[in-house]
C-alpha cells in the first residue's frame, strides 16, 4: 500500500500504521479512509494529499 503525504503540513499517512488516534486501524487504505477523515496534524481533507514518492 502507498503513503501519502499531507501537501500543507507534510504529514505522512502510512496505511501499514493507519491513523489509531482518530479510529483508523492498521492495514486502512488511503482510498478506503471515511470521506469525514481530515489531517491530524493540519485538519485539512483529503484532497490535499499525494502520493508520496
Known amino acids: ?3 501519502y503525504v499531507c501537501e ?3 504529514y505522512i499517512y ?3 500504521i493507519g491513523d ?3 479510529g483508523i486501524k492498521p492495514g486502512v487504505d488511503f ?3 471515511p470521506d ?3 489531517c491530524p496534524i ?3 481533507n483529503k ?3 499525494s502520493i508520496e514518492e
Do not use: R, T
Request: hydrophobic residues 30%; contains cysteine; glycine residues 4%.
Open 42 to 44: 493540519c485538519s485539512f
Open 14 to 16: 502510512d496505511p501499514e
Open 8 to 10: 500543507v503540513c507534510g
Open 1 to 3: 500500500m502507498k503513503k
Open 31 to 33: 482510498n478506503d479512509l
Open 36 to 38: 469525514y477523515w481530515v
Open 47 to 49: 484532497d490535499n494529499f
Open 20 to 22: 489509531p488516534d482518530n
